[in-house]
């Protein structure tokens, strides 16, 4: 069975840098048929995709977040990871990770993480 | 950028009540599109792709139609467990858009 995990801090300071790794097991993150994806939602609001990443590399961003997010792909141990730079306390949210197929959608979901920008 | 919009964004029901509700496409999308249930403290979860398929384990009661610009879900016989909110979804191949829900709460 598939399963995806985030992990990362749950808090982090205004101007730093938000780090969230998603962590794949059950199945292979190096298949030409899916992308990976980072997706956020706010308290009490709806779901943004964040970015998505192909394991060969090639990424794509919101255009609302582009020039803070990078996202990484680390196939010797089946991750995936998010950095958003410059966090302000609007960033607060719940972060998931997901499994992005090509013809089909998000399919599979990480439980969330929830990151609090406070000082 | 596509943009999805969904009605109502909220609504009252009973169990046992017939429930649809609409999303719509600001261009055509085809049948990229699927609908996702989420719980408080939840993930999302699919319950249709591709405009019209029934992701495997969820009930039948839960259908999906539509093409091109105008997709509905519906619920043919609310249960207690349905109370949720309920997004459409348009993706590509590596990237995707949500509506904003659609809360169903009990009447």
């Known amino acids: 069975q598939l399963l995806l995990q985030e992990s990362g801090p749950g808090l982090v300071k205004p101007s730093e840098t938000l780090s969230l790794t998603c962590t794949v097991s059950?199945?292979?993150?190096?298949?030409?048929?899916?992308?990976w994806a980072w997706v956020r939602q706010p308290p009490g609001k709806g779901l943004d995709w964040i970015a998505s990443i192909h394991y060969r590399g090639r990424t794509y961003s919101n255009s609302s977040l582009k020039s803070r997010v990078s996202i990484s792909v680390d196939t010797s141990r089946n991750q995936f990871s998010l950095k958003l730079r410059s966090v302000a306390a609007a960033d607060t949210a719940v972060y998931y990770c997901?499994?992005?197929?090509?013809?089909?959608?998000?399919?599979?979901w990480g439980q969330g993480s929830l990151v609090i920008v406070s000082s | 950028d596509i943009q999805m919009t969904q009605s109502p964004s909220s609504l009252s029901a009973s169990v046992g009540d017939r429930v649809t509700i609409t999303c719509r496409a600001s261009?055509?999308?085809?049948?990229?599109l699927g609908w996702y249930q989420q719980k408080p403290g939840q993930a999302p979860k699919r319950l249709i792709y591709?405009?019209?398929n029934l992701q495997g384990g969820v009930p039948s009661r839960f259908s999906g139609s539509g093409s091109g610009t105008e997709f509905t879900l519906t619920i043919s016989s609310l249960q207690p467990e349905d109370f949720a909110t309920y997004y459409c979804l348009h993706h590509n191949s590596y990237s995707f858009t949500f509506g904003p829900g659609t809360k169903v709460d009990i009447k």
């Open positions: 059950g199945a292979s993150i190096s298949s030409t048929s899916y992308h």
């Open positions: 261009q055509g999308i085809r049948d990229d």
């Open positions: 591709a405009a019209s």
């Open positions: 997901a499994r992005l197929a090509y013809s089909y959608g998000p399919d599979y």
